[in-house]
């Protein structure tokens, strides 16, 4: 049932008092995007900002989800309640990858302590990177101290999602040294904590040898944070307490010294733009349409019009 724009504020409080149903609502209604999901967003902006956002990210199968549901435990185990959001940032629909994480995740589907999400994004411009920090701000919200936000990397994606997470953890595999050498500076700038994971296969020890002498090179960063590198076994939930604890690290580092408020703040930033910039975007494709776009550009292809003169004529502006 899709939300009408004037109950987004009570199925908030529904939310917040501890209806999934409702949660699972607002969380449709922002993966939707549109006119609804702005009105979510009014809705629980003034109610959130006491929760802690994770993004966890790494290669297509480098163990997030199974990682995620033993860090998913360990967090339990010490009695905090965490959201999961999972985001499929390839496919349209929610479709197979995350199919598999409901058996991966399954452990905790009936955990009123845990609640865990997939979202995709249904391909639209920037959709991702507005989403998800509205999705993370409704879970905040409803309450939930965690939001953990498991991408998959694939170049950019993972620096949209590291831009909306307090504590970016990267998860890299043994040999990870000798492959994707060309995505490795970027995951370098935006790693607070690496997971080696699957460190039950050979050559983990080289990764994290490779993995120290590259931070080694980097030194530490603005906030003088060094990332820590810990090896995890997902499958066995090995290393899981210390991925948390290297978080939970992360956290009162930024708290101590105004890092926490500072990334928050830029992100916020970053975000008013992000929105003003999709709303144009919305508005100029609309103006080009209405314009008459086939026959303009049909003129534009035939040579009688040039893309400039076009565009002035959508745009109802002189020539200059
Ligand atoms: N040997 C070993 N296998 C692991 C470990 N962690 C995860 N796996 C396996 O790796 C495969 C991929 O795990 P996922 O957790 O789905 O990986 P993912 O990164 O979430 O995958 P995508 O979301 O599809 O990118 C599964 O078959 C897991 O059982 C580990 O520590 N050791
Ligand atoms: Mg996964």
């Keep these: 049932v899709p939300v009408a724009e004037s109950s987004a504020a009570e199925l908030v409080a529904a939310a917040r008092s501890g209806d999934r149903g409702a949660l699972a609502r607002l969380l449709s209604a922002v993966e939707r995007g549109g006119r609804t999901a702005h009105a979510v967003g009014r809705a629980v902006y003034p109610l959130a900002g006491s929760s802690y956002t994770i993004g966890l ?49 399954g452990e905790h589907a009936l955990d009123d302590g845990v609640f865990i999400r997939s979202m995709a994004t249904r391909g639209h411009l920037g959709g991702l990177a507005l989403a998800t920090p509205e999705a993370a701000r409704v879970l905040d919200a409803a309450g939930y101290p ?10 950019q994606v993972e620096v949209d999602v590291a831009g909306a997470a307090d504590t970016t953890v990267v998860v890299v595999n043994p040999g990870w040294g000798d492959r994707v050498q060309a995505n ?80 928050r703040e830029q992100r916020l930033r970053d975000e008013l733009a992000l929105i003003v910039e999709q ?32 565009a002035d004529q959508v745009l109802g502006e002189a020539q200059n």
């Design 57 to 105: 990210t790494g290669a297509p199968g480098a163990g997030k989800s199974t990682l995620t549901s033993a860090v998913v435990a360990a967090v339990r185990a010490r009695g905090e309640r965490i959201a999961v959001l999972a985001i499929d940032p390839s496919s349209p629909y929610t479709g197979g990858a995350i199919l598999g994480d409901r058996v991966r995740m």
């Design 146 to 155: 965690w939001v953990l936000i498991e991408t998959v990397g694939v170049g």
């Design 184 to 263: 490795k500076a970027g995951l370098m700038e935006i790693a607070d904590v690496f997971v080696i994971n699957k460190a039950d296969r050979p050559g983990a020890d080289t990764t994290r040898r490779d993995l120290e002498s590259m931070l080694d090179l980097t030194g530490p960063g603005d906030d003088r944070w060094r990332p820590p590198v810990v090896s995890a076994v997902s499958t066995t939930g090995d290393g899981a307490d210390a991925v948390w604890e290297a978080v939970v690290a992360h956290r009162r580092h930024l708290e101590q010294t105004g890092g926490l408020a500072e990334r």
């Design 279 to 310: 709303r144009l975007r919305a508005e100029a494709m609309q103006r080009l349409e209405a314009a008459g776009r086939r026959a303009l550009e049909d003129e534009v292809v035939a040579g009688r019009l040039d893309p400039w003169s076009a």
